[in-house]
């Protein structure tokens, strides 16, 4: 970035000195505040552009470097591999099954996540009293941090003296062995992923709603629109954008999820929870594979980069901006 | 005057009923947090404890270092807080007020970053904290996202939004940029700041994976960590454990408490207004 600034503040000397010589006064002082104003603009963006440079665009470029190449556990650069670390991972049926655990895991988690704080937003919205209480009470998900909320349901998940289990056995059913089932494991860190997501797509959504005039209610009302209608035909239109923006941006978390599994299962029963970050965590951090792990790095910012642009292609469309 | 339907009672009911079931891991949490151990651990579970037990909050005190885990964690959220603050709105004044050579450009490349998931670039920042001997220290849990493109465009969109002819008067009054900048603008977009101090707060006190990378020793662990250390060692005493994450809970409660309007007001508005 420091060159940035220098190739940027240099010519700002010579050329106002040179223009001041040949034109008339007032052009060479418009001249040098334009100048002056591209000086102070990058000195406006230079601390974030130093930031973004040194931990998001070099690492992303040395992501891609150490994907093709061997290390040893230190991180050191053993030897160039080319791309055999992308396919030793597509030929292991471990990163494969992977992939499919963090789609399952995304379409468990996503649509039922958003669904239910959609609900939840309208329901509030039309509250006459006690609005600031339940909006306190949606929202409060999204100040317990993973690490916390792990840790509860990890407890209310357990198999003996659990509550979950507790309540299935005095309803007369069977317990479950919620994280230690393969079957159950997933759906079970789905299950505290929506909970754990529920505040803050709560909060979008209702925040969005906000944004809605009520005078668009008021007229509809005096039309004669009953509440499901009024539900199609103005919230729904009006709240796509915001609807729009939560869809992408719990698709990109689900796919980043990383701690609740990392505390619950640890990728396990059998790897039926081992998600993508938590194979590049392994990968990387237990195993001290940095070039494979970098391998996976690259492949989850394709991927969510394409559904991010598949989403923007297809889904937005459908939104109404106003 | 709207009447009271039924329709909105039963709305209420489930409502009601929904709440209890969003609450009920927290409250859990409190009711197991004063327990004593062996009502912790025994079955039938109880629905309610029995009896306030609070010296569980003591000797989780006694046991872990949870008061310099949770002060951890508060200066660094703090320090992230702040440097987001910095340098989000430098860069959105920037690019709200001001013209320059290739902003087009740099727009473009602070929109990428947010296309960037995180995860992608831990390994070498992993690497370059390492080398620069950072692991285990505050610059080595802060520096690294002291930047924030998502934070950038919320404020932009917000500095947008203000009457373009309030610069142009202070202009005349002879005003530049910076006090423009610094005593015009800052004041008036208190809004903004104040969701988006409370957005980066909360993330970096809610952040797990980065503190469990670069954070070794105890002294330096943040109270997520910490909590889950607290877990891996004290598996039969469930009841400190608990103890223990209502500590780590209850300040980011009070933050809700006071930051609620914040986040609801100004979250969908500066996501989303392009």
């Known amino acids: 970035m420091s060159e940035l600034d220098k190739r940027l503040s240099l010519p700002v000397e010579r050329t106002s000195a040179s223009v001041r010589s040949a034109l008339p006064l007032r052009a060479a002082s418009l001249k040098r505040s334009r100048l002056k104003e591209n000086a102070l603009a990058y000195a406006f963006l230079a601390p974030s552009l130093l930031l973004f440079a040194v931990f998001l665009f070099y690492p992303l470029v040395k992501s891609v470097y150490l994907s093709l190449h061997s290390t040893d556990p230190a991180g050191r650069i053993a030897g160039f591999t080319g791309f055999d670390n992308y396919s030793d991972l597509f030929t292991s049926g471990l990163f494969v099954s992977g992939i499919k655990t963090t789609a399952l895991f995304a379409l468990l988690t996503v649509p039922a996540g958003i669904l239910l704080a959609l609900i939840l937003a309208v329901l509030t919205h039309n509250m006459l009293r006690g609005k600031r209480l339940f909006q306190f009470a949606f929202s409060l998900p999204m100040v317990i941090s993973v690490g916390s909320a792990s840790v509860i349901w990890k407890f209310l998940f357990h198999p003996t003296l659990g509550m979950l289990n507790y309540l299935l056995e005095q309803a007369g059913m069977a317990p479950v062995g919620w994280l230690i089932d393969p079957h159950w494991a997933l759906l079970s860190i789905s299950i505290m992923t929506v909970w754990m997501n529920l505040g803050f797509n709560y909060i979008l959504l209702s925040s969005g709603m906000q944004g809605i005039p009520d005078e668009i209610y008021e007229s509809a009302r005096i039309d004669g629109a009953g509440p499901l209608r009024v539900f199609y035909r103005i919230t729904m239109p009006l709240l796509s954008p915001t609807l729009f923006f939560v869809l992408v941006v719990s698709t990109i978390g689900a796919f980043q999820s990383f701690g609740q599994i990392n505390i619950l299962t640890q990728g396990g029963p059998m790897n039926s929870t081992s998600v993508f970050v938590y194979s590049i965590y392994q990968e990387s951090f237990i195993n001290f594979r940095f070039g494979t792990g970098s391998a996976q790095a690259i492949l989850l910012f394709l991927v969510i980069m394409l559904l991010t642009l598949i989403q923007f292609k297809w889904v937005e469309r459908k939104v109404h901006y106003q | ?274």
């Open chain 2, 1 to 274: 005057m709207k009447k009271f339907t039924a329709g909105q009672a039963l709305s209420y009911l489930v409502m009601t009923a929904a709440a209890v079931l969003v609450l009920y891991p927290v409250v859990y949490s409190f009711f197991m947090s004063v327990m004593t151990q062996s009502e912790a651990s025994a079955y039938p579970p109880s629905l309610f404890p029995h009896a306030l037990h609070l010296a569980n909050m003591k000797e989780v005190f006694r046991m872990v270092p949870i008061a310099s885990f949770i002060g951890n964690t508060f200066f660094v959220s703090a320090v992230v807080m702040i440097g987001q603050l910095v340098t989000a709105s430098c860069a959105a004044y920037a690019f709200a007020n001001m013209e320059f050579k290739g902003k087009g450009l740099m727009f473009s490349l602070f929109a990428a970053t947010m296309m960037v998931p995180w995860e992608v670039t831990m390994i070498p920042n992993y690497l370059t904290v390492r080398s620069l001997n950072w692991l285990d220290t505050y610059q080595g849990l802060t520096i690294p996202f002291l930047a924030t493109a998502f934070g950038t465009f919320m404020l932009r969109q917000f500095f947008l939004q203000l009457p373009k002819e309030l610069f142009e008067a202070a202009k005349m009054d002879g005003c530049g940029h910076v006090r423009y900048f610094l005593f015009h603008m800052l004041p008036l977009s208190r809004p903004a700041l104040g969701t988006l101090a409370v957005y980066s707060f909360l993330n970096m006190y809610n952040s797990y994976l980065w503190p469990l990378l670069v954070t070794n020793s105890k002294p330096m662990r943040t109270i997520q960590i910490g909590i889950s250390m607290l877990e891996f060692q004290e598996s039969t005493s469930w009841n400190l454990v608990f103890a223990g994450i209502t500590l780590a809970i209850l300040p980011s409660l009070l933050l809700l408490v006071f930051g609620l309007k914040q986040l609801v007001r100004g979250m969908a508005a500066g996501a989303l207004k392009g």
